[in-house]
Protein backbone atom coordinates (compact mmCIF):
# COMPACT_ATOMS: atom_id res chain seq x y z
CA UNK A 1 0.00 0.00 0.00
CA UNK A 2 1.35 3.13 -1.03
CA UNK A 3 0.12 6.46 -2.12
CA UNK A 4 2.30 9.16 -3.83
CA UNK A 5 2.79 13.07 -3.26
CA UNK A 6 4.97 15.55 -4.94
CA UNK A 7 5.96 18.70 -3.53
CA UNK A 8 7.94 21.29 -5.55
CA UNK A 9 11.41 20.82 -5.71
CA UNK A 10 12.77 24.36 -5.23
CA UNK A 11 11.59 27.70 -4.80
CA UNK A 12 9.24 29.63 -2.50
CA UNK A 13 6.89 26.95 -2.22
CA UNK A 14 9.28 24.05 -1.52
CA UNK A 15 9.86 24.81 2.43
CA UNK A 16 6.40 25.81 2.90
CA UNK A 17 5.26 22.70 1.35
CA UNK A 18 7.66 20.59 4.00
CA UNK A 19 6.11 23.22 7.04
CA UNK A 20 2.84 22.14 6.06
CA UNK A 21 3.30 18.51 6.12
CA UNK A 22 5.02 18.81 9.69
CA UNK A 23 2.48 21.00 10.69
CA UNK A 24 0.10 17.56 9.74
CA UNK A 25 2.54 15.67 11.86
CA UNK A 26 4.23 14.05 8.48
CA UNK A 27 8.29 14.68 8.64
CA UNK A 28 9.46 14.90 4.99
CA UNK A 29 13.64 14.56 4.89
CA UNK A 30 15.33 15.49 1.33
CA UNK A 31 17.46 12.68 0.75
CA UNK A 32 21.29 13.23 1.75
CA UNK A 33 22.35 13.32 -1.39
CA UNK A 34 20.90 17.09 -2.73
CA UNK A 35 20.37 16.25 -6.21
CA UNK A 36 17.97 13.28 -5.49
CA UNK A 37 14.50 14.01 -5.80
CA UNK A 38 13.44 10.83 -2.72
CA UNK A 39 12.45 11.85 0.20
CA UNK A 40 12.56 9.93 3.59
CA UNK A 41 8.97 10.56 5.33
CA UNK A 42 8.22 9.67 8.75
CA UNK A 43 4.54 10.33 10.30
CA UNK A 44 2.85 8.45 8.24
CA UNK A 45 2.90 4.61 6.75
CA UNK A 46 2.66 4.16 3.09
CA UNK A 47 3.25 8.28 1.97
CA UNK A 48 5.87 8.31 -0.54
CA UNK A 49 7.59 12.22 -1.12
CA UNK A 50 9.02 12.98 -4.30
CA UNK A 51 10.30 16.44 -5.04
CA UNK A 52 9.35 17.65 -8.41
CA UNK A 53 8.96 20.98 -10.54
CA UNK A 54 5.94 23.37 -9.62
CA UNK A 55 4.50 23.03 -13.63
CA UNK A 56 5.37 18.90 -13.87
CA UNK A 57 3.30 18.45 -10.12
CA UNK A 58 0.31 19.95 -12.39
CA UNK A 59 0.94 17.78 -15.10
CA UNK A 60 1.41 14.27 -12.88
CA UNK A 61 -1.94 14.94 -11.44
CA UNK A 62 -3.60 15.29 -14.73
CA UNK A 63 -2.12 12.51 -15.67
CA UNK A 64 -2.56 10.45 -12.40
CA UNK A 65 0.80 9.72 -12.56
CA UNK A 66 0.86 10.80 -8.56
CA UNK A 67 -1.89 10.90 -5.55
CA UNK A 68 -1.11 14.26 -4.22
CA UNK A 69 0.49 17.30 -5.57
CA UNK A 70 1.38 20.77 -3.55
CA UNK A 71 1.26 23.33 -6.36
CA UNK A 72 0.12 26.45 -7.53
CA UNK A 73 -3.14 27.00 -8.71
CA UNK A 74 -2.21 28.72 -11.60
CA UNK A 75 -0.51 26.19 -12.61
CA UNK A 76 -3.20 23.61 -12.25
CA UNK A 77 -5.52 26.07 -14.11
CA UNK A 78 -3.07 26.76 -16.98
CA UNK A 79 -1.94 22.89 -17.52
CA UNK A 80 -5.74 21.15 -17.29
CA UNK A 81 -7.90 21.11 -19.38
CA UNK A 82 -11.16 20.82 -17.67
CA UNK A 83 -9.44 20.59 -14.07
CA UNK A 84 -12.77 19.79 -12.32
CA UNK A 85 -12.91 16.17 -13.80
CA UNK A 86 -9.15 15.74 -13.47
CA UNK A 87 -8.13 17.19 -9.95
CA UNK A 88 -9.99 18.49 -6.85
CA UNK A 89 -8.30 21.27 -4.57
CA UNK A 90 -8.20 19.59 -1.25
CA UNK A 91 -6.79 22.50 0.42
CA UNK A 92 -6.05 25.87 0.00
CA UNK A 93 -2.45 25.87 1.74
CA UNK A 94 -2.04 29.46 2.91
CA UNK A 95 1.14 30.34 1.09
CA UNK A 96 2.19 31.16 -2.12
CA UNK A 97 -0.09 33.98 -2.85
CA UNK A 98 0.16 35.31 -6.64
CA UNK A 99 -2.26 37.02 -8.50
CA UNK A 100 -2.58 36.02 -12.91
CA UNK A 101 -2.73 39.54 -14.47
CA UNK A 102 -2.56 41.60 -17.45
CA UNK A 103 0.02 44.53 -17.28
CA UNK A 104 1.03 46.99 -19.79
CA UNK A 105 3.20 49.72 -20.11
CA UNK A 106 2.90 52.52 -17.96
CA UNK A 107 3.48 54.76 -20.97
CA UNK A 108 -0.31 53.78 -22.17
CA UNK A 109 -1.99 56.66 -20.06
CA UNK A 110 -5.27 55.91 -22.01
CA UNK A 111 -5.22 52.04 -21.09
CA UNK A 112 -6.89 51.10 -17.59
CA UNK A 113 -9.34 49.02 -18.22
CA UNK A 114 -9.66 45.16 -20.58
CA UNK A 115 -12.41 47.61 -22.31
CA UNK A 116 -9.71 49.44 -22.79
CA UNK A 117 -7.29 47.01 -23.68
CA UNK A 118 -10.20 45.39 -26.52
CA UNK A 119 -10.09 48.79 -27.84
CA UNK A 120 -6.67 49.41 -28.61
CA UNK A 121 -6.39 45.43 -29.71
CA UNK A 122 -9.23 46.48 -31.99
CA UNK A 123 -7.20 49.13 -33.54
CA UNK A 124 -3.71 47.62 -33.49
CA UNK A 125 -3.25 46.04 -36.51
CA UNK A 126 -4.64 49.21 -38.77
CA UNK A 127 -2.35 51.14 -36.79
CA UNK A 128 0.63 48.81 -36.54
CA UNK A 129 0.27 46.44 -39.14
CA UNK A 130 0.40 43.99 -36.76
CA UNK A 131 -1.64 42.08 -34.17
CA UNK A 132 -1.18 42.72 -30.30
CA UNK A 133 1.47 40.42 -28.64
CA UNK A 134 0.97 39.01 -25.26
CA UNK A 135 3.81 37.79 -23.68
CA UNK A 136 2.83 35.10 -21.63
CA UNK A 137 3.53 31.43 -20.24
CA UNK A 138 -0.29 31.41 -19.18
CA UNK A 139 -2.17 30.12 -22.71
CA UNK A 140 -4.65 28.96 -21.72
CA UNK A 141 -5.30 31.63 -19.00
CA UNK A 142 -4.68 34.47 -21.39
CA UNK A 143 -6.56 32.74 -24.10
CA UNK A 144 -9.79 32.02 -22.11
CA UNK A 145 -9.83 35.54 -20.47
CA UNK A 146 -9.20 37.89 -23.47
CA UNK A 147 -11.19 35.75 -25.73
CA UNK A 148 -13.76 34.29 -23.93
CA UNK A 149 -14.45 36.65 -20.92
CA UNK A 150 -14.10 39.94 -22.86
CA UNK A 151 -14.63 38.85 -26.29
CA UNK A 152 -11.34 40.15 -27.47
CA UNK A 153 -10.00 38.17 -30.82
CA UNK A 154 -7.41 40.24 -32.84
CA UNK A 155 -4.16 39.74 -30.56
CA UNK A 156 -1.04 37.00 -31.08
CA UNK A 157 0.26 35.10 -28.00
CA UNK A 158 4.32 35.13 -27.86
CA UNK A 159 5.08 32.60 -25.89
CA UNK A 160 7.90 33.71 -22.53
CA UNK A 161 9.52 31.05 -20.50
CA UNK A 162 11.21 33.40 -18.12
CA UNK A 163 11.80 37.43 -17.10
CA UNK A 164 8.53 37.56 -19.57
CA UNK A 165 7.88 41.67 -17.72
CA UNK A 166 11.03 42.50 -20.03
CA UNK A 167 9.21 41.68 -23.07
CA UNK A 168 7.60 45.33 -23.82
CA UNK A 169 11.11 46.96 -23.23
CA UNK A 170 12.35 44.39 -25.29
CA UNK A 171 10.46 44.76 -28.17
CA UNK A 172 9.47 40.86 -28.75
CA UNK A 173 5.45 42.11 -27.05
CA UNK A 174 3.44 44.43 -26.41
CA UNK A 175 1.49 44.15 -22.64
CA UNK A 176 2.29 40.62 -20.48
CA UNK A 177 0.36 38.27 -18.63
CA UNK A 178 2.18 36.94 -15.56
CA UNK A 179 1.67 36.39 -12.07
CA UNK A 180 2.77 38.88 -9.33
CA UNK A 181 2.49 38.94 -5.58
CA UNK A 182 4.86 42.18 -4.51
CA UNK A 183 4.68 44.44 -7.65
CA UNK A 184 8.19 45.09 -7.83
CA UNK A 185 9.38 43.17 -10.75
CA UNK A 186 6.37 44.84 -12.73
CA UNK A 187 7.31 48.32 -11.07
CA UNK A 188 10.94 47.87 -12.08
CA UNK A 189 9.86 47.14 -15.34
CA UNK A 190 7.45 50.17 -16.07
CA UNK A 191 4.18 48.19 -16.24
CA UNK A 192 1.04 48.85 -14.75
CA UNK A 193 -1.71 46.07 -13.74
CA UNK A 194 -5.30 46.88 -15.32
CA UNK A 195 -7.74 48.05 -12.87
CA UNK A 196 -10.25 44.81 -13.18
CA UNK A 197 -10.44 41.87 -11.04
CA UNK A 198 -7.31 39.63 -11.90
CA UNK A 199 -7.49 36.63 -14.09
CA UNK A 200 -6.89 34.72 -11.53
CA UNK A 201 -5.96 34.64 -7.35
CA UNK A 202 -3.82 31.80 -7.02
CA UNK A 203 -2.29 30.22 -3.79
CA UNK A 204 -0.42 27.04 -3.20
CA UNK A 205 -3.17 23.78 -2.99
CA UNK A 206 -3.00 20.18 -1.93
CA UNK A 207 -4.31 18.85 -5.22
CA UNK A 208 -5.80 15.14 -5.60
CA UNK A 209 -5.91 13.56 -8.90
CA UNK A 210 -8.85 11.98 -10.09
CA UNK A 211 -7.49 10.08 -12.89
CA UNK A 212 -4.93 8.31 -10.98
CA UNK A 213 -5.87 4.17 -10.90
CA UNK A 214 -5.96 2.95 -7.10
CA UNK A 215 -6.52 -0.25 -5.68
CA UNK A 216 -9.24 -0.03 -2.83
CA UNK A 217 -6.55 0.24 0.46
CA UNK A 218 -4.62 2.46 -1.49
CA UNK A 219 -8.07 5.13 -2.07
CA UNK A 220 -8.32 3.69 1.49
CA UNK A 221 -4.83 5.20 2.56
CA UNK A 222 -5.57 8.61 0.36
CA UNK A 223 -8.39 9.35 2.18
CA UNK A 224 -7.19 9.21 5.06
CA UNK A 225 -4.00 11.52 4.04
CA UNK A 226 -6.89 13.96 3.26
CA UNK A 227 -8.27 13.18 6.67
CA UNK A 228 -5.16 14.02 8.24
CA UNK A 229 -5.12 17.44 6.25
CA UNK A 230 -8.57 18.49 7.18
CA UNK A 231 -7.69 17.80 11.24
CA UNK A 232 -4.53 20.42 10.69
CA UNK A 233 -6.54 22.89 9.10
CA UNK A 234 -8.40 22.48 12.06
CA UNK A 235 -6.18 22.73 14.42
N1 LIG B 1 6.24 36.12 -6.75
C1 LIG B 1 5.57 35.07 -6.29
N2 LIG B 1 5.03 35.10 -5.08
C2 LIG B 1 4.36 34.02 -4.62
N3 LIG B 1 4.18 32.88 -5.29
C3 LIG B 1 4.70 32.83 -6.49
C4 LIG B 1 5.41 33.91 -7.05
N4 LIG B 1 5.85 33.56 -8.23
C5 LIG B 1 5.41 32.31 -8.40
N5 LIG B 1 4.71 31.87 -7.37
C6 LIG B 1 4.03 30.57 -7.21
O1 LIG B 1 5.01 29.56 -7.27
C7 LIG B 1 4.76 28.75 -8.40
C8 LIG B 1 6.02 28.12 -8.92
O2 LIG B 1 7.01 29.05 -9.04
P1 LIG B 1 8.51 28.57 -9.22
O3 LIG B 1 9.26 29.80 -9.52
O4 LIG B 1 8.93 27.67 -8.11
O5 LIG B 1 8.38 27.63 -10.45
P2 LIG B 1 8.87 27.85 -11.90
O6 LIG B 1 10.34 27.84 -11.85
O7 LIG B 1 8.15 28.99 -12.49
O8 LIG B 1 8.30 26.54 -12.49
P3 LIG B 1 9.09 25.26 -12.89
O9 LIG B 1 10.09 24.97 -11.80
O10 LIG B 1 8.00 24.24 -12.95
O11 LIG B 1 9.68 25.62 -14.20
C9 LIG B 1 4.04 29.69 -9.34
O12 LIG B 1 3.36 29.07 -10.37
C10 LIG B 1 3.10 30.35 -8.36
O13 LIG B 1 2.04 29.50 -8.01
O1 LIG C 1 5.44 40.75 -7.92
P1 LIG C 1 6.79 40.26 -7.55
O2 LIG C 1 6.95 40.06 -6.08
O3 LIG C 1 7.88 41.11 -8.12
O4 LIG C 1 6.96 38.79 -8.12
C1 LIG C 1 6.75 38.51 -9.47
C2 LIG C 1 7.81 37.65 -10.05
O5 LIG C 1 7.98 36.43 -9.31
C3 LIG C 1 7.99 35.35 -10.22
O6 LIG C 1 9.24 35.14 -10.72
P2 LIG C 1 10.40 34.28 -10.06
O7 LIG C 1 9.88 33.36 -9.04
O8 LIG C 1 11.18 33.72 -11.18
O9 LIG C 1 11.31 35.40 -9.51
P3 LIG C 1 11.58 35.97 -8.09
O10 LIG C 1 12.05 34.79 -7.27
O11 LIG C 1 12.65 36.97 -8.40
O12 LIG C 1 10.32 36.62 -7.58
C4 LIG C 1 7.08 35.82 -11.33
O13 LIG C 1 7.32 35.15 -12.55
C5 LIG C 1 7.38 37.28 -11.43
O14 LIG C 1 8.42 37.54 -12.35
Redesign the pocket.
Known amino acids: MTITLAI?S????KDKAIETLAEAGIRVEPAADARSYRTTVSGFDGLDVLLL????IARQLRDGAIDFGVT?E??IRESIPEPETAVAIVARLGF???DVIVAVPEAWVDVETMDDLGDVAGAFRAKHGRRLRIATKYWRLTQSHFTRNHGIQSYRIVESLGATEGAPAAGSADVIVD???TGATLKANHLKVLSDAPILR?E?CLVRSKTRRRCEEDGDLADRFETRFAERTKA
Not at 10 to 13: A, N, Q, S, W
Not at 53 to 56: D, I, L, P, V
Open positions: PKGRLSASEGDLGHAITSSA
